[in-house]
């Protein structure tokens, strides 16, 4: 009877323990599977964060030195447009003609007579408004440094905000005083596009927050090295940056060493390389 007593007791324990074992393999078995569907959601919601971090809105279509055009929805936005009506074949018509200052590399009374469409609206600092033949200065909105406009385009609202934009160095004074000058944020739905226009790194272009798109100048000596534009750069931090109006008399700057300077300090920072002076050899 103590035989038959023992040999159950021992039988119930080893089934205690298959049991016990059955379970610890389901629970790591089931840990398992909960980690990768974890590790696989959170791969997929980094893949999707990625691709909205890289799409844009705003197409973006460089035209020549300081001249780009900018498309969101249907407004299409032209900055700067100099050289003539045959830069801009191909091209839809402006919407906005936002202009920067009043050297030729900027404004252009002859291109503009000739690209004006009948909706055009131009924006421009007061120092261009005064140069601009009366038939255009009636179609432009005069927009000071710090000054913000809020213009509604059919469904589209742009913000156009007026950034100072001057040089710092004794002997580039001359070239762009204070509080002449325009450069411009907009707003274009979600995003934020800032033109530097012909400026040194100023203390207000340093403070910018929440770029997305960022065309900063560089060339000498009218307006900064490629050393000081790439600390600015580091400094407001746009998620992608072009390097743009960078001819001067000396001839183009190093803005592969922009790009050095960029990556090596700030990797986030997208610098976007492209040929402003395919269409012509001449400022």
Same mark, same amino acid.
């Not at 900027?106 to 009366?134: G, S």
């Not at 710092?168 to 000058?181: I, V």
């Not at 929440?210 to 580091?234: G, H, K």
């Given at each position: ?77 032209? *900055? ?16 906005? *003609?936002?202009?920067? %200052?009043?050297?030729? %590399? ?9 690209? *004006? ?136 700057? %190093? ?13 986030? *920072? ?14």
């Amino acid at each position: 009877m103590k035989r038959i007593t023992l040999l159950s007791l021992i039988t119930c324990l080893f089934l205690l323990a298959c049991n016990s074992e059955k379970k610890t393999e389901s629970t790591q078995e089931n840990t398992k599977i909960d980690k990768d569907t974890t590790v696989k959601t959170s791969e997929t919601n980094n893949a999707i964060d990625s691709t909205e971090r890289l799409e844009s809105a705003v197409k973006i279509t460089p035209i020549f030195h300081g001249t780009l055009i900018l498309e969101y929805n249907d407004v299409v936005i032209y *900055i700067d447009p100099v050289k003539g009506k045959t830069q801009f074949e191909g091209q839809k018509p402006p919407t906005l *003609i936002l202009i920067t %200052d009043i050297h030729g %590399d900027h404004f252009d009374e002859t291109t503009l007579i000739e690209i *004006i469409a009948p909706q055009t609206k131009i924006i421009a600092p007061l120092a261009v408004a005064e140069l601009l033949p009366k038939m255009l200065r009636d179609r432009t909105s005069v927009l000071a440094n710090f000054q913000i406009k809020d213009f509604v385009i059919g469904d589209t609202e742009v913000i156009i905000e007026g950034i100072p934009m001057y040089n710092l160095r004794e002997e580039a004074l001359k070239f762009h005083p204070k509080n002449r000058g325009n450069g411009y944020v907009l707003t274009l739905g979600e995003e934020r596009v800032y033109i530097s226009g012909d400026t040194e790194d100023i203390p207000e272009m340093r403070n910018l927050e929440a770029i997305d798109i960022a065309f900063v100048c560089m060339n000498l000596p009218y307006t900064m090295t490629v050393e000081s534009a790439a600390d600015a750069v580091l400094e407001f931090k746009p998620k992608k940056v072009y390097p743009y109006h960078f001819r001067g008399t000396e001839g183009f700057s %190093d803005v592969k060493k922009f790009e050095t300077i960029i990556n090596e300090k700030n990797s986030a *920072i997208e610098v976007i390389q492209d040929d402003w002076y395919k269409k012509s050899d001449e400022l």
